[in-house]
């Protein structure tokens, strides 16, 4: 074999490293999605079309969520929405959202006002809606996302899970429903 220069050698050297880090990360591949429970593939959960939220903040809750990749802000029923200044100039809000679905109770929550967004609605004209920040639990997964707050209460789902939430954590199966309840718990 002739005699390899020193600049052929540093090239075959950077060529082996690329190659091991490369089977290297084609065997943490294998390893993490052989990693597969009936709730999890790899580090992601299986969510169905709709979920059942059963913890907001510190208070227990059981209520239904719609789980919709589609919409880029997870939202949350409330009801009686304040913004209030404090003399230190931060920013709360003041709103009750349901303990339920069927709304008996209601749970009044304080929290800091992150931001306000403009959201899209069904009717077209986009609405302006306070965003709080707050921990919730599903199944196995307890997580802290932002929710942007409106009036749900005609609809059957008083959570919608979005991207903000959903990215990272989550793979979807539309064509069921309730999927950490069953198998994860």
């Given at each position: 074999m002739?005699?390899?220069?020193?600049?052929?050698?540093?090239?075959?050297s950077?060529?082996i490293?690329g190659?091991f880090?490369?089977?290297?990360?084609?065997?943490?591949g294998?390893?993490?999605?052989?990693?597969t429970?009936?709730?999890q593939?790899?580090d992601?959960?299986?969510?169905?079309?709709?979920e059942?939220i059963?913890?907001?903040?510190?208070?227990?809750?059981?209520?239904?969520t719609?789980?919709?990749?589609?919409?880029?802000?997870?939202?949350m029923d409330?009801?009686?929405?304040?913004v209030?200044?404090?003399?230190?100039g931060s920013?709360?809000?003041?709103?009750?959202i349901p303990?339920?679905?069927?709304q008996?109770?209601m749970?009044r929550l304080v929290?800091?006002?992150?931001r306000y967004a403009?959201?899209?609605?069904?009717s077209?004209?986009?609405?302006?809606?306070?965003?709080?920040?707050?921990a919730?639990?599903?199944?196995?997964?307890?997580?802290?996302?932002?929710?942007?707050?409106?009036e749900?209460?005609?609809?059957n789902?008083?959570?919608l899970l979005?991207k903000?939430t959903?990215?990272?954590i989550?793979?979807?199966?539309p064509s069921?429903?309730?999927?950490?309840n069953?198998?994860?718990?």
């Amino acid at each position: 074999m002739p005699y390899l220069s020193e600049w052929n050698r540093q090239q075959r050297s950077v060529l082996i490293q690329g190659l091991f880090l490369a089977f290297l990360s084609l065997t943490a591949g294998v390893t993490r999605a052989e990693t597969t429970s009936a709730c999890q593939h790899g580090d992601r959960y299986i969510l169905g079309n709709r979920e059942m939220i059963s913890q907001v903040g510190h208070h227990a809750v059981n209520l239904t969520t719609l789980i919709d990749s589609g919409s880029t802000l997870s939202s949350m029923d409330a009801q009686n929405i304040e913004v209030k200044a404090h003399t230190n100039g931060s920013r709360w809000v003041y709103f009750d959202i349901p303990r339920d679905d069927h709304q008996a109770q209601m749970l009044r929550l304080v929290k800091p006002l992150k931001r306000y967004a403009w959201i899209q609605t069904h009717s077209g004209k986009p609405r302006k809606r306070p965003v709080i920040e707050t921990a919730i639990s599903l199944g196995p997964i307890t997580t802290t996302t932002a929710f942007s707050l409106t009036e749900r209460s005609a609809f059957n789902e008083k959570i919608l899970l979005g991207k903000n939430t959903l990215d990272g954590i989550a793979l979807i199966d539309p064509s069921n429903d309730f999927l950490l309840n069953h198998d994860c718990l």
